[in-house]
């Protein structure tokens, strides 16, 4: 069964600490996985997807087959990076939906 | 200004009633798709559709029904018969190929 799971739904950090959002997939066969973001009164947008391996607003994620996790990293958080996120799986050239994680909110404090 | 429209953004239901909510999109997307977002839920899929005349059920489908006669729409009818109607709704486009989706501004409705 294709599944995406984030164990935390909440997670506080102080400004300039680093970030780790986890994600971990089910997916039997090569995913292609996302991360989107929800900001407070905004359109949930695309923040980063594994095959461009980009860095976002100071964001990485790398996809991990072994362990099928895709974390979501930053090496200091700022309080604008407060949001909500969601990992996100597309079955590689299935033409399928996406299958979005429950989502977990990051709040950065001053 | 090419994006995708949800109408209305907020819309209050009576109980027993149908209500229709609106999706364009203006991106030449073939795929559009249905999601309902609740607090600690995430986002759950109910329909998607990737061609016209075409579409797919989704995760929650139940109580819910879409059509798909135009390329750039895709109005989603929220039925008597679905238990809990009140939540977010989202509605997403996509191309074919395995590219970033994306979203309206997203309607919510309420069951008054």
């Known amino acids: 069964a294709q599944r995406v799971t984030q164990p935390e739904k909440l997670l506080s950090v102080f400004k300039g600490a680093p970030v780790e959002l986890k994600c971990n997939y089910s997916y039997s066969g090569s995913p292609e996985l996302f991360w989107y973001v929800q900001y407070s009164r905004q359109r949930l947008q695309l923040l980063l997807r594994?095959?461009s391996r980009e860095s976002i607003k100071g964001f990485t994620a790398d996809l991990n087959k072994g362990e099928t996790s895709f974390h979501l990293k930053k090496p200091f958080a700022q309080e604008e990076d407060s949001a909500m996120y969601y990992c996100a799986l597309r079955g590689r050239g299935s033409q399928g939906n996406l299958i979005f994680g429950k989502g977990t909110k990051l709040s950065v404090k001053p | 200004d090419g994006g995708i429209t949800q109408s209305p953004k907020y819309l209050f239901r009576k109980e027993g009633q149908n209500v229709t909510l609106s999706c364009e999109q203006n991106l030449n997307h073939d795929a559009m798709y249905w999601y309902r977002q609740d607090p600690g839920q995430g986002l759950r899929l109910i329909y998607y559709s990737q061609i016209v005349n075409d579409f797919q059920k989704g995760d929650i489908a139940e109580g819910y029904s879409v059509s798909r006669e135009k390329k750039e729409s895709f109005p989603l009818t929220v039925t008597s018969a679905q238990k809990n109607p009140t939540a977010f709704y989202l509605c997403?486009?996509?191309?074919?190929?395995?590219?970033?989706?994306?979203f309206g501004q997203g309607t919510r409705l309420t069951v008054v």
């Open positions: 997403a486009s996509s191309t074919l190929m395995n590219t970033e989706a994306f």
């Open positions: 594994h095959i």
